[in-house]
């Protein structure tokens, strides 16, 4: 199989394929093709991928391959795509129908690696979890960079800085690595999440998990968190409100797939704030748990910093591209046959659910009913 690697958009320092695993490919039997300094953003030059036995292509000769790998849908979409080409990436396509749409009137065939299930089966291709990993860490970081106190507690000659406290709103893998990154920086950490299983998890890692009692059942929502009833949202800002209050620094990590981001921090809560405190929203992309959260944006707000930022993991693009192409690779390999040519298993959940286009047509369950 001819696979294809593209470079991303300009905002984006990561790549899909580090040379190591272009590599591990070719030894499987495939041909790989990279779009020129594709890797460069990531510390990877186009000599290293020669010599990792890739061919070095053009944009418009990277479209011939049979499989192109990437992260973000190309700024110029895939209108010029042959009709049976087959695409993998992070698309989101719950918030991108129209986009999705005009893909399908190209016949091609799209897998979209944030709508594969989260079940153990698939924990060594899920990309969210292995980017989310690295955007808790960087929040935390970021988070310490811009706060202007320290994060542990400290006793020396000229008196004593009590430590930061930290409010992590959401124990999903950016929000576990964010509680154990902070603490390991010597924060006192609260977290809030809506599902009470985590809980274990959380105080495992040195952090008080705050409570609100009668949260909808996310059991069967494949991993996702889930909707939250008008009651229980009003519950939890007030639970929210006291601990915002006495936070530092605020993490906020709340996504719904497929809808905006719940508001879990309002304007009041802002207000009530110190000056100096930080807040780091992860979910700035899909319209912030903040009421003034910008995506891409700083936003200061009676002292109060407010970083909108979704795009940590290209901060730290050699590492993020490495377990990206590392999630890649197991991918391709369930959806690969024996003679490396693309055999889809209808069957197996994995295929099923990651899949939204097949041969141009929607094939995903949750894309089609929130078309």
């Not at 998890?201 to 952090?207: I, P, Q, R, T, W």
């Not at 992860?282 to 970083?307: D, P």
Request: hydrophobic share 45%.
């Amino acid at each position: 199989m001819i696979i294809g690697v593209l470079k991303e958009p300009s905002f984006e320092a990561r790549v899909s394929l580090l040379p190591e695993a272009v590599s591990a490919l070719i030894k499987q039997g495939n041909e790989l093709w990279v779009e020129k300094g594709a890797g460069e953003s990531a510390f990877a030059s186009d000599d290293q991928y020669l010599q990792a036995g890739a061919l070095l292509k053009s944009r418009t000769e990277i479209y011939d391959a049979q499989l192109l790998l990437c992260i973000h849908p190309p700024e110029e979409g895939f209108a010029s795509l042959k009709s049976g080409t087959a695409v993998i990436g992070i698309f989101q396509p719950l918030y991108r129908t129209d986009l999705i749409q005009q893909w399908a009137d190209s016949g091609i065939t799209c897998f979209s690696l944030d709508m594969l299930p989260r079940t153990t089966r698939a924990q060594s291709m899920d990309v969210l979890s292995s980017q989310a990993n690295i955007a808790g860490y960087k929040a935390v970081l970021l988070g310490a960079y811009t706060y202007g106190r320290y994060f542990p507690m400290l006793m020396t000659a000229a008196g004593s800085i009590a430590p930061a406290k930290l409010l992590v709103l959401g124990a999903g893998v950016a929000g576990l690595q964010a509680i154990a990154t902070a603490r390991r920086l010597g924060a006192v950490v609260e977290v809030f999440d809506t599902r009470p299983a985590v809980k274990e998890e959380v105080m495992s890692l040195g952090a008080k998990f705050v409570e609100v009692e009668g949260a909808a059942d996310a059991s069967k929502a494949g991993g996702y968190a889930v909707e939250q009833d008008e009651d229980f949202q009003q519950r939890q800002k007030q639970r929210i409100a006291e601990s915002i209050a006495k936070a530092d620094i605020v993490i906020t990590t709340a996504q719904i797939p497929g809808k905006k981001a719940p508001q879990l921090i309002t304007k009041e809560m802002l207000e009530s704030m110190r000056a100096g405190s930080v807040i780091i929203d992860l979910a700035a992309a899909s319209g912030g748990n903040t009421a003034l959260t910008v995506n891409n944006s700083t936003v200061v707000h009676n002292g109060v910093t407010i970083i909108g930022n979704s795009n940590l993991p290209s901060t730290m693009s050699s590492d993020a591209s490495k377990l990206y192409g590392k999630n890649l690779m197991n991918f391709i390999k369930l959806i690969s046959a024996k003679d490396g040519s693309l055999f889809l298993n209808w069957e197996d959940d994995l295929v099923k659910g990651s899949c939204i286009l097949f041969e141009g047509n929607i094939t995903n369950e949750r894309l089609k009913s929130s078309a």
